[in-house]
C-alpha cells in the first residue's frame, strides 16, 4: 500500500522560510511529485511539480520563492519555501502521479496528509 508523509509545517513571519518534506512508503514506481496548497474559502491549487528528469515547474505566484526537489531515489519530496507572504497561508498538501505529464496542478494518484503553513505578518 502506497502512503505519502508529510512534515515541516508551521508558522513563520513574514519574510521567512520553511522546508517541507514528504515522504513515501511502499513499492510503487513514481512519474511525478507535486504540491498542492489550499487556503481557507478557496479551492485546492497546484504549486509546483517535478519530474524524475528532474524538470520542474511552479505556479506564478511562488516562482522564485518557492524550490521543489526529490532525493533518497526519488523516494522523498521537498518544498523549500523562501521569502513566505501572509497569503502563502494554506494547508499544503504533497502528491505523486504514476505517468503523465508534471504541470502545476497534475492530476494525483496519491496525496499526502497535507501540513499547515500560516505566515504572520
Known amino acids: 500500500q502506497v502512503r505519502l508523509v508529510e512534515s515541516g509545517g508551521g508558522t513563520v513571519q513574514a519574510g521567512g522560510s520553511l522546508k517541507l518534506s514528504c515522504s513515501v512508503s511502499?513499492?510503487?514506481?513514481?512519474?511525478?511529485w507535486g504540491w498542492f496548497r489550499q487556503a481557507p474559502g478557496k479551492e485546492r491549487e497546484g504549486v509546483a511539480g517535478l519530474d524524475q528528469g528532474g524538470g520542474t515547474a511552479y505556479a506564478d505566484s511562488v516562482r522564485g520563492r518557492f524550490t521543489i526537489s526529490q532525493e533518497n531515489g526519488g523516494k522523498t519530496s521537498f518544498l523549500q519555501m523562501d521569502n513566505l507572504q501572509v497569503e502563502d497561508t494554506a494547508v499544503y498538501y504533497c502528491a505523486m502521479a504514476l505517468r503523465g505529464s508534471c504541470y502545476v496542478g497534475f492530476p494525483p494518484d496519491y496525496w499526502g496528509q497535507g501540513t499547515q503553513v500560516t505566515v504572520s505578518s
Open positions: 511502499g513499492s510503487t514506481h513514481l512519474m511525478c
